[in-house]
């Protein structure tokens, strides 16, 4: 499906009309496809969000845009009993304005799709799917619309609360007063997951203790904070010079954390700062406890992905028997490859299974520096794997791929087209240990289909 065309911001108010619902209350105002809402009782719409909320009022005032450039106002006594009966055109994605310092965007090579290229800044899509927003885009009605649809919890790239520090991060000259609207936005009751991008030498040191300590003055606005390790790739063309982070750095940044973690616990009574998964792989700690995390609150930002994937692969391999003498490989980045190592030797030793595991090097972006699963490319996986016995098929994990409904590798080859070029079939696993059991015991019903090629493999 095409995606709408991004933009630094949305240029006219309004929504599209894409289908009515037919005797729904739309059709019976006499709204159309190609109609454009402006305004909901005098409150400019500027996406779909702000809409779904404000067509829930009782008593509605549109003013509308017909395709055929009328203008019309219309006075509705809304219906509760049924929907409104529209579909909307895809909102525009709001781009990013900043030039971060470490954005990874700007070190990906060419060549690669134009959808890897898109640096989104978009408080729709932070509020819906968790995306990080720097909120260098949201100005003072965005705020004020926020605020008013309690809009909440948001997900903001803070990285650090010192003006002069943040400023030079996102090379942004109006990005100095992020607490300043946090502050904002937490004496008006919303909350926010704040994210920390970390890199050494810059915002690490007395100005990542101001950063939690400013964050925690939030709390319990600032609902966690995440910091995670900065990504170098081997593109950095033209970009300032970054210092990588070492295994050293993340022994020491665990604790730290744990110095920190045990002093927010003693005065706000919650741990509030929680640390990217590789701090702990590379550092060669002990990960920590199920408990330790609370309620998981930004696993999706690689925080205790690792821990919950253990604990209940454990849990649930005596309950998932597999045939016996099963054979295949498991792909994975090299951060969790040691890890999956010893979950699958474990669970073939259980079930007496012959399954291996393919910790992927990540030639194609720097192997010393990115390593995660969800960065794996496809022709990194063939020159690797070709020639070997892979058994009777390939899994890939659905964080190598962009979305199910589009599974395509970071690289533009779909795993039907990987499993062609390395002579096996391919199956698609979530990412879930429940997932990857399941999709081991009934492997045949889980081929991954042919998509219309991109690439040849």
Known sequence: MAEKVATTHRRKGGVVVKEVVPESLADQCGLEPGDRIVSI?????????????????PDLRLAVEKHNGEAWDLEIENDFDAPFGVALEDDPIMLCRNKCIFCFVDQNPKGYRKTLLIKDEDIRLSFMYGNYST??????????????EKISPLYVSVHATDPETRIFMLKGKNAGNILERLRHFAENDISFHAQIVLCPGINDGAILDRTVQDLAGLFPHCLSIAVVPL?????????????????????????????????????LGYPLVFLGDEFYLRAGKKLPSKRQYRDFPQMENGIGMVRRFIDQFKRLL????????????????TLFGPALEELITELNQKWNTHLQV????????????????????????????????????????????????????????????????????????????????????????????????RRSA
């Open 318 to 333: 005596p309950k998932r028997p597999l045939p016996a003498g099963l054979k295949a490989t498991l792909i994975t980045g």
């Open 135 to 148: 909120l260098s885009s949201t100005d003072a009605a965005e705020e004020a619309r926020i605020i008013r």
């Open 231 to 267: 990504g170098i790739t081997e593109h950095r063309q033209k970009l300032i010079d970054l210092t990588p982070v070492s295994d050293q750095y993340c022994a020491d940044i665990v604790q730290w954390s744990k110095v920190v973690r045990r002093e927010m616990k003693r005065t």
């Open 358 to 453: 393919a910790a992927i090097r990540n030639d194609s972006f720097g192997p010393t520096t990115i390593n995660v699963a969800g960065l794996v490319h496809a022709q990194d996986t063939i020159d690797q794997l070709r020639n070997r016995d892979l058994g009777a098929f390939l899994v890939v994990p659905r964080v190598m791929v962009k979305d199910p409904d589009d599974p395509i590798m970071i690289d533009d080859y779909y795993p039907h087209q990987l499993g062609r070029a390395l002579g096996l079939p391919v199956v698609l696993s979530g990412n879930e240990a429940c997932d990857l059991l399941d999709t081991l015991r009934d492997w045949q019903a889980n081929l991954v289909p042919e998509f219309p090629e």
């Open 41 to 57: 009782n005098d409150f400019i719409i500027p996406d779909s969000l702000s809409f779904f909320f404000n067509i829930a009022m």
